[in-house]
C-alpha cells in the first residue's frame, strides 16, 4: 500500500515540477505585460522536437539541447517583436488572442516539418529505475526535479540580484514610470518573452524521454501549466510552483486511485475550486483600490 502511494506521489511530483515550470513562464510574461501567453506550451514542444531532429542529424544531446533551447529563444523573441509589439496599444484580450493564434501557427509549422508521430528522446543517463521504498521512479525523473529546482534559483537570483530582472520587476508594477525613469520597457518585455521561451523549452527537454514529445504535446501542457499558474496567483512565483506540484499529485493521485479518464477533468475542476474560495489564487497579492 505504501509502495503504491510512493509511487503515485513521485510521478505526481515529477509531471508536477513540469507543470511548475510552464506555470514560471506564463508567471514571468505576466508579471512583465499583464498578458497571459497561451503559446507557452509551444515552447516545449519546440524544445523536446528541435532536440530529437538534431539528434537525429548526427549531434551529441549536450549540442542538440543547447541548440534547441537557443531556437526556442529566438522564437520567443520573434513572438515579442513581430506579434505583441506591433499590438502593444490593444487591450489584454486582444493580445491573449494573439498569443492563441500563434500557437496555432507554430503547432502548424511543426506538424509540416516533423509531422503527426510521437518522437522518442534519450534519457539524459542511465535507464535503469530508481527504487525508493518500493516504489519505482523512472531516472529522467531526477533530472526533471533537478533542472526544476535549479531554473527556480535562478530565476529567484535574476530577479533579486540583477539589473535586468528589477527592470522587469519594475515595468510590471508601473510601465509608464518605468519609462521615465529609462527602462526600455519594450526592451524588458522582448527579454521576458524570451526567458519565458529558455523555461518553456527546458521543461520540454527534460520531460520528453518520459511522455516522448510531438507537434501538440504543449497544447496540454500549456493549458495545465496556466491552471497552476491561475491556482497559485498569477504573477507569483512561489504559487506557480506550488501550483504545478499540487496539481501534479493531484493528478497522479485520481488516475492511481479512481481512474485515469478523470486525471484532465481534476486539473481543470480544481481551478474552479481555487478561484471560487480565492479568487487571486493561493499565492495571488490582494489589490487596494481608492474609491
Given at each position: 500500500?505504501?509502495?503504491?502511494?510512493?509511487?503515485?506521489?513521485?510521478?505526481?511530483?515529477?509531471?508536477?515540477?513540469?507543470?511548475?515550470?510552464?506555470?514560471?513562464?506564463?508567471?514571468?510574461?505576466?508579471?512583465?505585460?499583464?498578458?497571459?501567453?497561451?503559446?507557452?506550451?509551444?515552447?516545449?514542444?519546440?524544445?523536446?522536437?528541435?532536440?530529437?531532429?538534431?539528434?537525429?542529424?548526427?549531434?551529441?544531446?549536450?549540442?542538440?539541447?543547447?541548440?534547441?533551447?537557443?531556437?526556442?529563444?529566438i522564437l520567443g523573441v520573434a513572438?515579442?517583436?513581430?506579434?505583441?509589439?506591433?499590438?502593444?496599444?490593444?487591450?489584454?484580450?486582444?493580445?491573449?488572442?494573439i498569443t492563441i493564434g500563434a500557437?496555432?501557427?507554430?503547432?502548424?509549422?511543426?506538424?509540416?516539418?516533423?509531422?503527426?508521430?510521437?518522437?522518442?528522446?534519450?534519457?539524459?543517463?542511465?535507464?535503469?529505475?530508481?527504487?525508493?521504498?518500493?516504489?519505482?521512479?523512472?531516472?529522467?525523473?531526477?533530472?526533471?526535479?533537478?533542472?526544476?529546482?535549479?531554473?527556480?534559483?535562478?530565476?529567484?537570483?535574476?530577479?533579486?540580484?540583477?539589473?535586468?530582472?528589477?527592470?522587469?520587476?519594475?515595468?510590471?508594477?508601473?510601465?509608464?514610470?518605468?519609462?521615465?525613469?529609462?527602462?526600455?520597457?519594450?526592451?524588458?518585455?522582448?527579454?521576458?518573452?524570451?526567458?519565458?521561451?529558455?523555461?518553456?523549452?527546458?521543461?520540454?527537454?527534460?520531460?520528453?524521454?518520459?511522455?516522448?514529445?510531438?507537434?501538440?504535446?504543449?497544447?496540454?501542457?500549456?493549458?495545465?501549466?496556466?491552471?497552476?499558474?491561475?491556482?497559485?496567483?498569477?504573477?507569483?512565483?512561489?504559487?506557480?510552483?506550488?501550483?504545478?506540484?499540487?496539481?501534479?499529485?493531484?493528478?497522479?493521485?485520481?488516475?492511481?486511485?479512481?481512474?485515469?479518464?478523470?486525471?484532465?477533468?481534476?486539473?481543470?475542476?480544481?481551478?474552479?475550486?481555487?478561484?471560487?474560495?480565492?479568487?487571486?489564487?493561493?499565492?495571488?497579492?490582494?489589490?487596494?483600490?481608492?474609491?
Amino acid at each position: 500500500m505504501l509502495a503504491e502511494f510512493l509511487q503515485y506521489l513521485f510521478t505526481g511530483i515529477t509531471i508536477g515540477a513540469t507543470y511548475a515550470l510552464v506555470a514560471l513562464g506564463f508567471t514571468l510574461i505576466y508579471n512583465a505585460s499583464h498578458v497571459i501567453n497561451f503559446a507557452q506550451g509551444e515552447f516545449l514542444m519546440i524544445g523536446g522536437m528541435a532536440t530529437v531532429s538534431l539528434m537525429g542529424m548526427g549531434l551529441p544531446m549536450p549540442i542538440a539541447i543547447i541548440l534547441a533551447v537557443i531556437l526556442a529563444g529566438i522564437l520567443g523573441v520573434a513572438l515579442q517583436r513581430l506579434a505583441i509589439a506591433p499590438a502593444r496599444q490593444a487591450n489584454v484580450v486582444t493580445l491573449i488572442i494573439i498569443t492563441i493564434g500563434a500557437s496555432i501557427f507554430i503547432r502548424g509549422v511543426a506538424q509540416l516539418v516533423w509531422g503527426k508521430e510521437y518522437h522518442v528522446m534519450p534519457s539524459f543517463g542511465s535507464d535503469q529505475p530508481v527504487r525508493i521504498g518500493g516504489a519505482v521512479m523512472h531516472s529522467q525523473s531526477i533530472w526533471v526535479l533537478l533542472i526544476a529546482a535549479i531554473l527556480v534559483v535562478l530565476l529567484v537570483l535574476f530577479f533579486t540580484r540583477t539589473l535586468i530582472g528589477k527592470a522587469i520587476l519594475a515595468t510590471s508594477m508601473n510601465k509608464d514610470a518605468a519609462r521615465l525613469v529609462g527602462i526600455r520597457t519594450q526592451l524588458v518585455l522582448m527579454l521576458a518573452f524570451m526567458l519565458s521561451a529558455l523555461i518553456g523549452s527546458m521543461a520540454g527537454i527534460a520531460v520528453a524521454p518520459i511522455t516522448f514529445t510531438s507537434y501538440d504535446i504543449g497544447i496540454m501542457l500549456g493549458l495545465k501549466g496556466f491552471v497552476a499558474a491561475a491556482m497559485g496567483g498569477l504573477g507569483s512565483g512561489v504559487g506557480a510552483v506550488v501550483g504545478g506540484i499540487t496539481l501534479g499529485i493531484v493528478e497522479a493521485m485520481t488516475a492511481g486511485y479512481i481512474s485515469s479518464d478523470y486525471k484532465d477533468a481534476v486539473a481543470f475542476s480544481m481551478i474552479l475550486l481555487v478561484l471560487f474560495f480565492m479568487p487571486r489564487g493561493m499565492f495571488g497579492s490582494r489589490v487596494v483600490e481608492r474609491v
